[in-house]
């Protein structure tokens, strides 16, 4: 893993934390409310996996011996692929998502080129790689497990979270 790559996450994460996503508008609500600073980011950290920065899955989907047949059985029970598809660009690649592929090692990004076109095979859509993906091929160049790729996504994003809190926040009655 390059320095370069993990220079392009921590940027491409404060970027996506500038966004209205999940975590960020959490934090935002949670200042807005009075809440303390800690209490913002435990809620935000609370949005994560799932529907929303689905590190940890999409991370271990990388691991997995058959990814393709893994892929396939989750278009079959009718879920997502995590690491695909973004709610802010619909067919066609995130900029910010893009610039960090291009750091990742080559074989990396070779797998997730890979998965990328066997998506498009299953769904007939396209469906691009997303902030997950990014978080979870850098975590694999780094040898970070599932469970401790999400780190990647909080670096990253808490000064930004951290700004939203002070810019949000309003005193409640003491």
């Known amino acids: 893993m390059s320095l370069a790559s993990s220079q392009a996450l921590a940027n491409m994460h404060r970027s996506l934390a500038r966004r209205e996503n999940a975590s960020s508008m959490m934090v935002a609500s949670m200042a807005q409310l009075g ?7 435990a809620a ?38 995590p690491g695909f598809g973004s709610a802010f660009y619909k067919g066609e690649p995130d900029p910010e998502v893009e610039t960090v592929l291009r750091q990742i090692r080559p074989s990396t990004n070779s797998l997730i080129t890979r998965l990328t076109q066997h998506v498009y095979q299953v769904t007939d859509k396209p469906l691009y790689p997303n902030a997950a ?3 979870a091929a850098v975590a694999m160049d780094m040898g970070l ?4 790729a999400p780190r990647l996504l909080v670096e990253g994003r808490m000064p ?6 002070s810019s949000n926040f309003k005193a409640g009655p003491q």
């Open 133 to 135: 993906m990014a978080t």
């Open 145 to 148: 497990s599932p469970v401790n």
């Open 35 to 41: 809440r303390p600073l800690f209490e913002s980011i």
């Open 44 to 81: 935000a950290l609370l949005t994560l996996g799932g529907a929303h920065a689905p590190i940890s899955q999409t991370r271990r989907l990388l691991d997995v011996d058959n990814r393709f047949r893994e892929i396939d059985s989750i278009f079959e029970n009718g879920g997502k692929v």
């Open 160 to 165: 930004v979270w951290v700004s939203i809190h």
